[in-house]
């Protein structure tokens, strides 16, 4: 069955840096479209970043672009997201998610994580 198990969260400060990590099983990784999605305290799912299934193709939302830099391991099955220059509106639970679509871009999601939990503060 399909499984996405992130990690790599935690606490950290302002202007600091996390790298989580994304590990799939149960279907071909490499044939789909990956995102990373989070959800903060009372507030609706947001997209932050998407990447093709070659890895060479991305993209950011406008309040992580030029911090955050999505990328992929199709030999580990393993999807990163590298946060930098952090900021407490950052804080928020992350998950990446699986395109619902092989090999097309949809952008819709069909399965995602658990979530790692991100928290920006002093």
């Known amino acids: 069955q399909v499984q996405l198990v992130e990690s790599g969260g935690g606490l950290v400060q302002p202007g600091g840096s996390l790298r989580l990590s994304c590990a799939a099983s149960?279907?071909?990784?490499?044939?789909?479209?990956m995102y990373w999605v989070r959800q903060a305290p009372g507030k609706g799912l947001e997209w932050i970043s998407i990447?093709?299934?070659?890895?060479?193709?991305?993209d950011y939302a406008d309040s992580v672009k030029g911090r955050f830099t999505i990328s992929r391991d199709n030999a580990k099955n393993t999807l990163y997201l590298q946060m930098n220059s952090l900021k407490p509106e950052d804080t928020a639970l992350y998950y990446c998610?699986?395109?619902?679509?092989?090999?097309?871009?949809?952008?819709?999601?069909?399965?995602w994580g658990q979530g790692t939990q991100v928290t920006v503060s002093s």
């Open positions: 998610a699986r395109d619902r679509q092989e090999r097309v871009l949809t952008r819709e999601y069909d399965y």
């Open positions: 149960g279907f071909t990784f490499s044939s789909y479209w």
């Open positions: 990447i093709s299934k070659g890895g060479y193709s991305k």
